[in-house]
């Protein structure tokens, strides 16, 4: 499995609403998630493309969790009908995902930074360069 992908997916399983279940895909190119009832959610982020195309690895890996994050809450608030995570400021606004890489490790949360509605672990970085 991508390591990229194994990350998003441990982190992403304790902060879901807990009638949706988060999986990797078997080739781990990316991820899906399902609600209980069997409502399909298929990423066609492909996490792996992303992060090892052209460019600067960490802005690959940005873009490639911020996608992830942004189609599992699309999901996540298509089966609610309501914004997810839940805004208490502005209840019917969508807090967007935010994904930066500092310190050699890939970090995300949703809301204003300062105070963050939910927070995701950092992902470190690989020393070196390979799914």
């Given at each position: 499995m991508h390591w990229l992908v194994e990350a998003l997916v441990e982190r992403l399983r304790p902060l879901v609403p807990s009638r949706f279940v988060i999986e990797p895909s078997a080739d781990g190119s990316?991820?899906?998630?399902?609600?209980?009832?069997?409502?399909?959610?298929?990423?066609?982020?492909y996490v792996e493309e992303i992060v090892e195309?052209?460019?600067?690895?960490?802005?690959?890996?940005?873009?490639?969790?911020?996608?992830?994050?942004?189609?599992?809450?699309?999901?996540?608030a298509e089966c609610l009908t309501e914004p997810s995570p839940p805004n208490a400021d502005a209840p019917r606004e969508m807090l967007?995902?935010?994904?930066?890489?500092?310190?050699?490790?890939?970090?995300?949360?949703?809301?204003?930074?300062?105070?963050?509605?939910?927070?995701?672990?950092?992902?470190?970085?690989?020393?070196?360069?390979?799914?």
């Amino acid at each position: 499995m991508h390591w990229l992908v194994e990350a998003l997916v441990e982190r992403l399983r304790p902060l879901v609403p807990s009638r949706f279940v988060i999986e990797p895909s078997a080739d781990g190119s990316d991820g899906h998630g399902r609600a209980r009832e069997d409502l399909p959610l298929g990423l066609v982020q492909y996490v792996e493309e992303i992060v090892e195309q052209a460019g600067s690895f960490e802005e690959n890996c940005e873009t490639a969790v911020w996608s992830v994050l942004s189609d599992v809450q699309d999901y996540i608030a298509e089966c609610l009908t309501e914004p997810s995570p839940p805004n208490a400021d502005a209840p019917r606004e969508m807090l967007l995902p935010e994904v930066v890489v500092e310190a050699g490790a890939v970090e995300a949360w949703f809301g204003d930074r300062s105070e963050p509605v939910l927070v995701l672990d950092p992902i470190p970085l690989p020393k070196s360069v390979s799914g």
